[in-house]
């Protein structure tokens, strides 16, 4: 049994940084492919970065330059961090982890079996 438990999400002022978890267990964050998503209000679901379990990180445009995806093997945890945080990165913010995946399309929902239950993150102007 696979289990997500993201954290760390806060209201935070605009221009602010936050940095979210994901404890994983019943699966090696180092064989998993693993990846944020979001929702923000109102809106469908959103790819955020994936990380692979060879190679380079992917993230979605809104957001390369400002988050950073990366784990911790040893504690079996992934995380985001965020910075210059805007208004828009509001939402509901997903960890999602595979042991496999279907071509290179790692910012992908269906690509991902195994989702946490969500962490609120706020950006206030």
């Known amino acids: 049994q696979v289990h997500l438990a993201e954290s760390g999400g806060e209201s935070v002022q605009a221009g602010g940084s936050l940095r979210l978890s994901c404890t994983v267990v019943?699966?090696?964050?180092?064989?998993?492919?693993m990846a944020w998503f979001r929702q923000p209000p109102g809106k469908e679901r959103e790819a955020v970065a994936a990380?692979?379990?060879?190679?380079?990180?992917a993230y979605a445009g809104s957001v390369k330059g400002r988050f950073t995806i990366n784990k911790d093997n040893s504690a079996n945890t992934l995380y985001l961090l965020m910075s210059s945080l805007k208004p828009e990165d509001t939402g509901v913010y997903y960890c999602?982890?595979?042991?496999?995946?279907?071509?290179?399309?790692?910012?992908?929902?269906?690509?991902?079996?195994?989702w946490g239950q969500g962490t609120q993150v706020t950006v206030s102007s």
């Open positions: 999602a982890a595979d042991r496999l995946i279907a071509g290179s399309s790692l910012l992908q929902t269906h690509q991902y079996s195994y």
């Open positions: 019943g699966a090696p964050v180092s064989t998993y492919y």
């Open positions: 990380i692979p379990t060879v190679g380079v990180a």
